[in-house]
């Protein structure tokens, strides 16, 4: 019995020291679905890092930047990594909110990130963030619903065609809506689409003296037809749905055509979670003839606050998620069509990706087209494809988006909205003396 208690002692004494030297760290990062795939493989992590604890809060996607940002913002050292996108990095590392990631490990090959992506999270060469997934945007569409109405998608479609094709593939009596795009309000949500097809029929948020273009007839034309045809070929309720309100829409047969970030591809083709997984096409982002195919360029990163008093364990895993090895283990798991994509060079070139996931080369063509130090036709003086790269855009785009998500919903005309948002954005941009 002695010998027994000496030995539950020690073993209570030992796991007592592991405790006192276990760290824990709480990553904050967005529901989408390969965040929750990560999740589930993280004990991989854990039995590398047997010393690091992790703790998750999982959030919707504006809920999500509120928090992050009100934290980080105020120094709050709530969180030690946190999911951001391309806008917020060179924003905050240039307010030295984020660490720089100088500890990813001598394994890690930064080298391999895309250099557009790469480019999108430095700031005087140096890495404040590092990618998980990046994506652009594209069009997928059922090919069965198309064959049935004699349609093809062109190589390179216009909105004209896109539009038309929408109500052609249109069947309410069978449930099944044309087209599905995003209508729930943020500026990561409705705007983030709504920009980026104003680029595409050639319009702009402000001319070269920081002047709103709400009140120009691109916009007019643009948001005129969005809503028109959501009207008449759109889900029920559109003004609440977002990214995965519209996944679960397509993944559900309801869709014959959804415009959208190109990571939704490796679910929609998913046989697991999709029952059209064998019938989805893909096809550039549409223009309106004049080249612009929307220049949607986004990256979901993980980063370090400075706030953070857990940095070494915080890039542990950061280099653990962002990986080449990450990718491996998903595909060992999940099969090579569910890695993370649009990040690195590499999976590019691998045979066996190309091979298994049919909307590789489609997913990479719609990065390589976005430029966003030309989100526009015309000239402007600010960088970004579905968004603005300035402080200002983050509660702005959110207003925005709210009055024409309010369009949508029938509360408000395509003229009002835009006239609202056209006071709205003058009277920001004056009050930070971007325009006198």
């Keep these: 019995m002695k010998l027994r208690a000496l030995i539950l002692g020690l073993c209570s004494a030992s796991a007592l020291a ?18 929750i795939r990560m999740q589930k493989l993280t004990e991989d992590f854990t039995k590398k890092n047997p010393g690091i604890q992790l703790n998750w809060v999982t959030l919707e996607e504006n809920v999500l930047r ?7 913002a105020t120094k709050g050292g709530q969180y030690d990594v946190v999911t951001i996108g391309n806008y917020e990095v060179p924003i905050w590392a240039k307010q030295n909110w984020l660490l720089e ?3 990813l490990g001598a394994d890690y090959d ?42 093809k998608m062109p190589a390179s479609p216009t909105w004209e065609f896109i539009l038309d094709a929408a109500r052609k593939t249109t069947d309410r009596a069978a449930g099944v809506s044309g087209i599905c795009l995003r209508g729930k309000a943020g500026w990561g ?54 990214f995965n309100e519209n996944l679960t829409l397509f993944q559900q047969g309801k869709c014959g055509m959804w415009i959208d970030a190109t990571v939704a591809a490796s679910f929609v083709s998913n046989p697991k979670d999709s029952t059209v997984a064998d019938k ?10 004049n080249g612009n195919h929307g220049n949607w360029l986004w990256s979901w990163n993980l980063a370090v606050p400075a706030s953070s008093q857990k940095a070494e364990a915080a890039q542990k895993f ?28 590499s999976l590019y070139k691998n045979e066996e ?28 003086p600010y960088t970004g494809g579905q968004f603005v790269a300035i402080p200002e855009f983050q509660g702005l785009g959110t207003t925005v988006g709210q009055l024409f998500s309010a369009a949508l919903a029938g509360q408000s005309s395509v003229d009002d909205a835009l006239a609202q948002a056209q006071t709205a954005a003058t009277r920001e941009m004056t009050r930070a003396r971007y325009i006198k």
Aim: net charge negative.
């Design 18 to 35: 592991f405790s006192a030297h276990a760290q824990s760290i709480t990553i904050a990062t967005v529901n989408n679905g390969d965040m």
């Design 353 to 380: 990706y190309k091979k298994a996931a049919a909307f590789a080369e489609p997913t990479l063509a719609a990065m390589d087209a976005a430029d966003i130090t030309k989100p526009s036709v015309k000239p402007v």
């Design 110 to 151: 930064v080298n391999d990130l895309l250099p557009a992506i790469r480019g999108g999270l430095s700031v005087d060469g140096k890495l404040y963030a590092s990618p998980f997934y990046g994506e652009s945007a594209m069009i997928m569409y059922r090919t069965d619903l198309f064959e049935k109405a004699g349609l």
């Design 318 to 345: 950061i280099s653990w998620a962002t990986d080449k090895a990450y990718t491996e283990l998903v595909a060992s798991k999940e099969g090579w069509a569910n890695v993370p994509p649009g990040t690195r060079t």
């Design 189 to 242: 949500e409705n705007m983030a689409f709504l920009t980026a097809m104003a680029n595409s029929y050639g319009g702009r948020w402000f001319d070269e003296n920081w002047k709103p273009q709400f009140d120009q007839p691109e916009w007019k034309a643009a948001l005129g037809d969005y809503v028109k045809v959501m009207k008449d070929a759109g889900p029920e309720g559109a003004s609440s749905n977002g």
């Design 280 to 289: 989805v096409g893909y096809a550039i982002f549409p223009d309106t003839g």
């Design 101 to 103: 990631l100088s500890g």
């Design 66 to 72: 509120e928090r992050v940002t009100t934290d980080i």
